[in-house]
């Protein structure tokens, strides 16, 4: 038989190929006869189009079609919003057409005027530049800020004062009762940086159409293709949608940025058909940069009431959140429903008030980037904890401790309830493994060089297993959110798993193969698990907000559950006893009680030869599929501690520790959980010291347009991590997990920034806005000298 | 318009008529589809296209094919054995989960075998510092750090 | 990028004909500055002169006090040089912060000094020591070269040949990178030669520049702490995205006295 191998470090099945450089990218894929394809994009933030000749293009070398948004037939819609947000007043948020290519007007820098289907790129590129569009410039109304002052140019005509909702979440008067009593109120303003995913493969497509049977092929980097098949044929494009096969093959990193439709590949989509030949649409880096959906992008103002034991008494938030230009696939939801209904933390604070203002700039839209909606929630609550810790002189884990959930199930008053968690645990042991005892002496030793040390603490939580579907549902969800699984036993007993959840990054081949092989008494390498491809898969929902192996991974066990009673049966027949009596285990069927068994391989073979078998009462074939639907939410939890040194002079800052011990409930794979960790660690602490997308805030140019100046980490910015978990099993799926995915980039930000201001507090420092760059301590520093030397 | 070019690529004798403004990343990639060298930026950062010319790491979409006239090139494809065995270096970024995605990972194994090359010891520090010439957005690095340890000691022995 | 010429000029005579000749051509060497340029379309040559079939702009030797190195020199080779190591290591130390390993595999010192990036290294080491610059020409010294802004006085068909470094009795770089670029934020060369001290400053200005009183200070005492209070005024430095001209004149004290320390120490 074969060793268990859940919970063990199984090196991945994929890492052959990418080590071999012999995946299969988007890029990679060459189709006869193809096409290149690209977009002119706007250089202006916010213009009216008065006319687009392209009738220079058109003749260009090698161009073979060029398209404006007047070539789109009437009947092509807009790109949808996959979730509707009712306001404060019961009225849905207000949805803008978001045209595939514009029509009349450009909404921000990067927006898609035209697209040039030429032989080669260069062709393609080099007739772009012939196309002479009459702008007519308007005012940008850039920053969130900006947003709803008086005077502010107007996105859109049908959201007055750029609004497309406020939403508000919690009991408001039990809210304002509570800080009228509360012996202590920490305030903070903070701005939540926007942030571009910068995942390392650039989005790409390669559309295709077969005149033989009229239907599409399209090649996408995708984290979930049966989504976007669906949104693209029934909303977009109205094509029948068995005749639209998406495949999203090897796709590199995707942290949310290629959940979405974008026009990109809904214009190749339609395209292919009129000039019948494929074409491919590969972003450049500085289109990436202009035309992903960013994320984050907050501003909020956060109060926490507290009693004067430092007992949290109520949380009242309000934030105004950028939704970009247009709505982007799940944009609404992010600063909503997965970031008001977080603010309850780690904590039994018992009344919490959130109002959300979303609303539309002049730039690109803004969604779901690693994390969405819980780092900005866990952000708010974490840096307000630790400054009312040190405004009240409570350590910064006592005051933790004095408010942490420690009776499950919780209901939380923003929605939630959590099921399980032990935030005591994780926090214990992480003072031990950050070695907080010792720290005194460390920040003595940096003292004494000139440098100042601080501590940071993050105790997060997120909601992740996106989620029930009703639940989802009722709240403006217009999907569902299950996940799909087939379990299809070849005749030799081997095994090939097809699963809606997506991999791009995630060790999906590897750690489903796990679960499978467990259950089925098999060695990983009898089980291949095929994702990503509409043609092969029953339906999927894909991969986000950490729920593949707590939503995918559940169907995949519904679907073994299935294959495992259809067995059990054959096994009877075989066994010539009652399936009553069969026991299934270690890959063999056991007629219980007796030594009389039949392998597994056995009985895979029996189902496909069935010579002997109960025809009368069972199909032959063992493949099965499920369909699951989550009841609830999961709820990984964790506690990051982050140490840091400043240097005064330059204001550099350097993480010299950071530690982070989480509960993801039951780990498949711990190798790959600590990758997914330290991965997003690397994210959350980009976000806190380097990373910023910053527009100009007259004109709406992006000023950071490339990596020479948008600063994703590199290796020598970051430290080698500590990394532990602690296991409560989730209580609601049969794996008992609840997924790793996001954790780091969640966890992380406040950790960092209250580490930062732990090392400036003794000098009147209170808060630092992300990123902590050099130039923005150093102002800090020098502020607070100005200021004491002023009193 | 077109001009020759010849170089040895993994091992082979190559020559093709070119566009000028052809890179030797596309040239790589979509003249002799080794599409294992890949391409994740236009301003020469990433270094997802990092390959060896005459024996050194150098970035691809960086270069005019051009420029490599006459060249010795290894791409990723020429890392493994013949008989598919990997690289001690491949194989320790399988060890460790120093790959998540798998896109940056070309470039990085490329750099990594350079670096050794020039530092059969490294240090973590060292380590660090020597692939600051590539992103990568899935790992935060950690087991890449330790892949690249364990591939020197690796090919040390 | 735009359509060009290639010509691959195999003597030094050939090229500089070809440059007088072709209107709007460029010379490339390593093109790592070049290619992306040409990528974005930011530049658009006619015609690209391959100066790489030169060997005789390649290498490093050393001639009595002076260290001079080919313009066609790699930088990953000037840092990893025996002879720039035991005579001049602050060179060597220069060239292995340039950009990152891969650039400086390609990356040469000819096209570095002739792109004279405001941000670049090697011209705060070019000015910082007072280098000479010999091209197929005449000589021109390191203080009448960087003329400005990716300017410099090279004229059409100019190319250079070589760089002459004196050698230090003791000299240091300190560079404050640019957390996305990796370019100097701003970079700091001090160096001491015969009776002669240099400090010169890259990243904070369009173009590198020296600053004279602290270089007059050092002379009296060669010591961190006698520029300490000396400040070169923000008017006249970059502000931008990273940081504004008053944190950059800041650093530029900060890192001068760190630089004077790593002289000192022969870090």
Not at chain 1, 193 to 220: C, F, H, K, M, Q
Not at chain 2, 132 to 153: P, S
Request: with cysteine.
């Amino acid at each position: 038989m074969n060793a268990p191998v859940i919970g063990t470090r199984v090196e991945r099945k994929e890492d052959y190929r990418f080590l071999t450089g012999s995946g299969t990218y988007t890029d990679d894929v060459a189709l006869p006869g193809q096409t290149c394809a690209y977009f002119l994009r706007s250089q202006h933030a916010h213009a009216k189009i008065n006319r687009i000749d392209i009738s220079k293009a058109k003749t260009a070398p090698g161009v073979i079609e060029v398209f404006t948004g007047a070539d789109l037939p009437g009947s092509v819609g807009g790109l949808p919003c996959g979730w509707l947000i009712t306001d404060v007043n019961g009225q849905p948020m207000k949805e803008p057409k978001h045209p595939l290519l514009a029509q009349g007007k450009v909404r921000y820098v990067g927006d898609h005027v035209a697209v040039v289907i030429a032989e080669t790129l260069n062709q393609a590129k080099d007739a772009c530049e012939l196309i002479e569009v009459d702008y007519e410039v308007l005012p940008a109304v850039v920053n969130v800020a900006d947003a709803r002052k008086p005077g502010a140019a107007q996105v859109h005509d049908i959201a007055p004062d750029n609004t497309c909702y406020v939403w508000a979440l919690g009991d408001k008067t039990a809210v304002d009762k509570a800080f009228a009593q509360a012996a202590h109120v920490t305030k903070l303003d903070f701005i939540n940086n926007r942030l571009i995913p910068n995942a390392i493969e650039p989005r790409a497509a390669v559309a295709s159409y077969s005149r033989g049977d009229d239907s599409y092929t399209l090649y996408v980097t995708s984290q979930n293709p049966h989504v976007a098949r669906l949104l693209m044929t029934a909303f977009v494009l109205g094509l029948p949608e068995h005749k639209l096969r998406v495949i999203a093959p090897d796709v590199g990193g995707g942290f949310g940025s290629k959940i979405f439709l974008y026009a990109e590949e809904t214009v190749l989509t339609w395209a292919s058909k009129q000039v019948n030949r494929p074409i491919k649409w590969t972003a450049e880096r500085s289109e990436s940069f202009v035309s992903d959906a960013h994320g984050r992008d907050h501003l909020t103002s956060a109060e926490l009431a507290l009693d004067k034991n430092g007992g949290f008494l109520a949380l009242r938030v309000h934030t105004t959140a950028n939704m970009g230009a247009y709505l982007s696939t799940f944009a609404s939801c992010i600063p909503t429903i997965l970031y008001a209904t977080l603010l309850a933390g780690q904590y039994t604070t018992p009344a919490i008030y959130c109002e959300v203002t979303a609303v539309f700039t002049n730039t690109a839209p803004v969604d779901a980037y690693r994390g969405a909606g819980r780092p900005e929630a866990s952000y708010v609550i974490e840096r307000l904890v630790s400054t009312a810790a040190r405004e009240m002189k409570i350590p910064d884990a006592d005051i933790r401790r004095r408010n942490f959930i420690k009776e499950f199930p919780y209901q939380t008053p923003v929605a939630l309830c959590y099921d399980t968690g032990d935030y005591e645990a994780t926090l214990t042991e992480a003072l031990k493994l950050a070695d907080v005892a010792g720290f005194e002496a460390r920040r003595k030793e940096a003292a004494a060089r000139g440098k100042l040390r601080g501590l940071g603490y993050s105790a997060y939580i997120e909601a992740c297993g996106l989620a029930p579907s009703n639940v989802a549902g009722s709240l403006g969800a217009r999907a569902g959110l299950f996940e799909a699984g087939e379990v299809r036993v070849h005749p030799t007993g081997k095994v090939t798993v097809f699963t809606g959840s997506h991999s791009h990054g995630q060790g999906h081949e590897t750690t489903f193969a796990q679960v499978v092989a467990d259950r089925l008494g098999l060695g990983v390498d009898d089980v291949d698990i095929v994702h990503g491809d509409t043609g092969r898969i029953l339906f999927g929902m894909g991969t986000y907000g950490s729920r593949s192996i707590a939503v995918g991974g559940t169907a995949i066990v519904k679907a073994l559950d299935k294959i495992v009673a259809k067995g059990k049966r054959i096994a009877a027949h075989l066994l010539e006893a009652p399936d009553a009596d069969i026991e299934f285990k270690d890959g063999k069927f056991t007629v219980a009680g007796t030594d009389r068994q039949v392998p597994f391989a056995q009985v895979a073979l029996s189902a496909y030869v069935p010579h002997h078998y109960p025809l009368d009462k069972l199909e032959p074939g063992l493949n099965e599929s499920a369909v699951y639907d989550p009841t609830n939410f999961t709820f990984p939890a964790g506690s990051h501690i982050c140490e840091v040194e400043v240097d005064p002079d330059t204001g550099a800052t350097k993480i010299v520790n950071f530690t982070a011990v989480d509960d993801f409930g039951k780990t498949i794979n711990p190798m790959i959980v600590e990758g997914q960790v330290h991965g997003g660690l690397a994210q959350g602490i980009g976000q806190a010291l380097l990373e910023a997308c910053v527009y100009d805030r007259e004109t709406g140019q992006l000023l950071t347009g490339t990596y020479l100046d948008y600063a994703v980490p590199r290796a020598d910015d970051l430290p080698s991590f500590k990394v532990t978990t602690r296991e409560t099993p989730c209580t609601h799926n049969p794996l008992g997990v609840k997924g790793c995915g996001e954790a780091g980039a969640i966890g992380a930000p406040a950790a960092v920034i209250n580490a930062i201001v732990d090392a400036l507090a003794h000098l009147g420092i209170r808060d630092i806005e992300m990123p902590a760059t050099p130039q923005r301590v150093w102002q800090a520093l020098q502020s607070a000298k100005k200021e004491r030397i002023a009193t | 318009m077109g001009i020759p070019v010849s170089m040895t690529v993994n091992g082979k004798a190559v020559a093709a008529e070119i566009e000028p403004r052809t890179l030797l990343a596309q040239f790589l990639r979509e003249h002799l589809r080794l599409t294992g060298t890949h391409v994740g930026c236009d301003t020469g950062q990433c270094g997802a296209c990092t390959i060896h010319l005459n024996g050194r790491a150098v970035k691809a979409c960086n270069l005019l094919t051009a420029q490599a006239q006459g060249a010795q090139i290894v791409t990723i494809e020429g890392v493994a054995a013949a008989n598919g065995e990997l690289h001690p270096m491949q194989a320790a970024f399988r060890q460790h989960h120093g790959l998540q995605c798998g896109f940056c990972t070309p470039g990085m194994v490329m750099a990594a075998l350079d670096l050794v090359k020039r530092q059969p010891n490294p240090t973590e520090d060292a380590i660090r510092a020597g692939l600051d010439g590539n992103l990568c957005r899935c790992t935060g690095y950690h087991n890449i750090v330790k892949a690249v340890q364990t591939g020197a000691a690796a090919m040390k022995g | 990028m735009y359509a060009f010429e290639y010509h691959r000029p195999s003597s030094i005579k050939e090229a500089a004909s070809l440059a007088r000749k072709l209107a709007d051509a460029k010379l490339i060497a390593g093109g790592q500055s070049m290619v992306p340029a040409l990528k974005l379309r930011l530049a658009r040559p006619t015609a690209m002169i391959d100066l790489n079939d030169l060997p005789e702009l390649r290498g490093i030797s050393v001639v009595g006090t002076n260290v001079v190195i080919g313009a066609l020199t790699r930088h990953a080779e000037v840092a990893a040089s025996k002879d720039v190591l035991m005579t001049l290591p602050v060179l060597a130390k220069v060239a292995a912060g340039i950009g990152d390993h891969q650039v400086r595999n390609m990356g040469t010192l000819g096209g570095a000094i002739a792109n004279n990036d405001p941000a670049a290294d090697y011209p705060a080491a070019l000015l910082g020591l007072g280098a000479t610059v010999t091209t197929n020409k005449r000589d021109i010294p390191a203080d009448k070269f960087f003329t400005g802004m990716y300017e410099t006085a090279l004229k059409p068909g100019e190319i250079i040949a070589s760089v002459s470094f004196p050698m230090a009795k003791r000299a240091a770089y300190i560079k404050f990178r640019n957390p996305a670029s990796r370019f100097a934020l701003v970079g700091v060369f001090v160096s001491e030669t015969a009776g002669n001290v240099r400090v010169a400053v890259t990243g904070a200005a369009p173009c590198v520049f020296r600053v004279k009183n602290m270089e007059k200070a050092l002379a009296s005492k060669f010591a961190p702490e006698a520029i300490a209070r000396i400040r070169v005024p923000a008017d006249n430095l970059n502000s931008d995205l990273h940081a504004g001209a008053e944190y950059r004149s800041h650093l530029i004290t900060v890192l001068a006295q760190r630089a004077v320390e790593a002289a000192l120490s022969g870090k």
